[in-house]
């Protein structure tokens, strides 16, 4: 790994961990580089768990050192999607070179018209707790899980749209679960990838090391509008010459 390489991994990985943590859309920056790095599609796809399993943590002990907690609820969340990561991972790992590429485009395009779009602005939010974890909801759970599994980018989103955009669940809260039951269905996620032998660990580490330090940032800090409308817009045109190169390389 040269000097340049390990700069651009700790980059990417900063700026992902703090937009995974803030809100989503990190894995639209690393999973590319990773490829554009000599990684093949799949373990680039490995590979992009470490930083995501390691942020995660650091971002979850934050929030619990701040007094939030909801263990008991993210764990009965995490049921249903532990079992669709770990079919969405394991089909991962047989998904062509050319299939992959074409899927993270199509998901990249998608996921950047929804960030576009206005947030929605609920006069009343609700608090979730386990009276909410109905059939519709499980199930739900269970489809970003296996997407978590599958390919993992911009899964905050659908985090957003199913908890804060369809059941009006505060903001925050929904942050914190998200970043809870990432991190509970990415480490059997991470393990198939691992036991297939898709993992690049120096790259993985080094992504690690930037993805923590972005999330540490995020959990921290609040943003004032103007500022998440800056990063908003320089993540896009990130995303947007991203989606020209891998059109460029196929």
């Given at each position: 790994?040269?000097?340049?390489?390990?700069?651009?991994?700790?980059?990417?990985?900063?700026?992902?961990?703090?937009?995974?943590?803030?809100?989503?859309?990190?894995?639209?920056?690393?999973?590319?580089?990773?490829?554009?790095?000599?990684?093949?599609?799949?373990?680039?796809?490995?590979?992009?768990?470490?930083?995501?399993?390691?942020?995660?943590?650091?971002?979850?002990?934050?929030?619990?050192?701040?007094?939030?907690?909801?263990?008991?609820?993210?764990?009965?969340?995490?049921?249903?999607?532990?079992?669709?990561?770990?079919?969405?991972?394991?089909?991962?790992?047989?998904?062509?070179?050319?299939?992959?590429?074409w899927i993270l485009i199509l998901v990249m395009v998608g996921s950047s018209v929804l960030m576009l779009l206005p947030m929605p602005v609920h006069?009343?939010?609700?608090?979730?707790?386990?009276?909410?974890?109905?059939?519709?909801?499980?199930?739900?759970?269970?489809?970003?899980?296996?997407?978590?599994?599958?390919?993992?980018?911009?899964?905050?989103?659908?985090?957003?749209?199913?908890?804060?955009?369809?059941?009006?669940?505060?903001?925050?809260?929904?942050?914190?679960?998200?970043?809870?039951?990432?991190?509970?269905?990415?480490?059997?996620?991470?393990?198939?990838?691992?036991?297939?032998?898709?993992?690049?660990?120096?790259?993985?580490?080094?992504?690690?090391?930037?993805?923590?330090?972005?999330?540490?940032?995020?959990?921290?800090?609040?943003?004032?509008?103007?500022?998440?409308?800056?990063?908003?817009?320089?993540?896009?045109?990130?995303?947007?010459?991203?989606?020209?190169?891998?059109?460029?390389?196929?």
């Amino acid at each position: 790994m040269s000097l340049e390489q390990a700069l651009l991994l700790l980059a990417a990985g900063a700026l992902s961990g703090f937009l995974n943590v803030m809100s989503a859309g990190g894995s639209m920056l690393t999973l590319p580089v990773l490829m554009f790095m000599g990684l093949d599609s799949t373990t680039a796809n490995g590979t992009n768990r470490v930083g995501i399993v390691l942020q995660n943590i650091t971002a979850t002990w934050k929030y619990r050192s701040a007094g939030h907690r909801h263990l008991r609820l993210g764990l009965k969340l995490s049921v249903p999607a532990v079992l669709g990561a770990i079919v969405g991972a394991w089909v991962a790992t047989l998904v062509g070179e050319d299939l992959f590429r074409w899927i993270l485009i199509l998901v990249m395009v998608g996921s950047s018209v929804l960030m576009l779009l206005p947030m929605p602005v609920h006069r009343e939010t609700l608090y979730l707790d386990e009276s909410h974890l109905r059939w519709p909801v499980i199930l739900a759970m269970a489809v970003i899980g296996f997407y978590g599994g599958f390919i993992q980018v911009a899964v905050g989103i659908l985090f957003i749209v199913l908890l804060y955009r369809i059941l009006r669940i505060d903001l925050v809260q929904v942050n914190i679960l998200k970043v809870l039951v990432v991190l509970i269905y990415m480490l059997p996620a991470l393990g198939i990838f691992v036991a297939t032998g898709n993992v690049h660990w120096g790259f993985g580490l080094v992504l690690a090391v930037g993805s923590m330090a972005g999330a540490w940032l995020a959990a921290h800090m609040t943003l004032g509008p103007r500022g998440a409308v800056w990063i908003k817009r320089i993540t896009l045109a990130i995303i947007a010459a991203i989606i020209v190169k891998l059109l460029m390389d196929m």
